[in-house]
Structures are given as structure tokens and as C-alpha cells.
């Protein structure tokens, strides 16, 4: 069973009262190696959470440069508003020696 499978089974619930959980990409598995999670917060529906640096990446190994990968992602995929259940994106950040 794909991530995406077992996430919209686990959320299953969700369904009759919020709709489906939404996924990036024509199949929801085309980006299934950038799913972090899903995100909740009260009085709102869960979302499925994205690691946006794997996102560009896997943009890029589509045949982007960089630069048109960041541009696509700003555009297409953050510029899309799909409903309250629209997937978000993670940008980590890492402890450095000044942090």
C-alpha cells in the first residue's frame, strides 16, 4: 500500500464531513516521497504536509533547473488554492552552531 493509500485510509473519517485529503501531482504517489505528514489545527481540516526542499528536488528531476523548479513551485503548486484542505509545505530548519 502507497503512503498516500494509507494516509487517506487512516484519515478516512475525515471524508463525509471535510472531503478528501488533497495530494500534489497528477497521482497522489507522484510526489509521495515528499510527504511529511498531515497537520491538524483546531477548527480546521487536515492537511497533507509536503517537505518543500523535496519538492524543487523532485521538480528538478523532472528536467527543471533550478531555478525554473523554484519559480513552478512558487507559481503552480503554493499559488494554488484547491480548498480548505489544499496540502502545505515544510520548510525545515536545522540547529546550526549558532542556534
Known amino acids: 500500500m502507497s503512503l498516500p493509500e494509507r494516509i487517506s485510509e487512516d484519515w478516512d473519517v475525515y471524508d463525509e464531513e471535510e472531503g478528501k485529503l488533497l495530494f500534489l501531482g497528477e497521482t497522489p504517489e507522484d510526489f509521495e516521497d515528499c510527504i511529511v505528514g498531515v497537520m491538524e489545527s483546531f477548527g480546521g481540516p487536515p492537511k497533507v504536509c509536503y517537505d518543500k526542499a523535496k519538492v524543487i528536488r523532485q521538480l528538478k528531476k523532472s528536467g527543471m533547473t533550478t531555478e525554473d523548479a523554484m519559480e513552478w513551485f ?9 480548498g480548505e ?4 509545505y515544510l520548510t525545515r530548519y536545522r540547529k546550526g552552531k549558532d542556534g
Open 85 to 88: 484542505q489544499t496540502p502545505v
Open 74 to 82: 512558487s507559481f503552480n503548486i503554493i499559488g494554488a488554492y484547491m
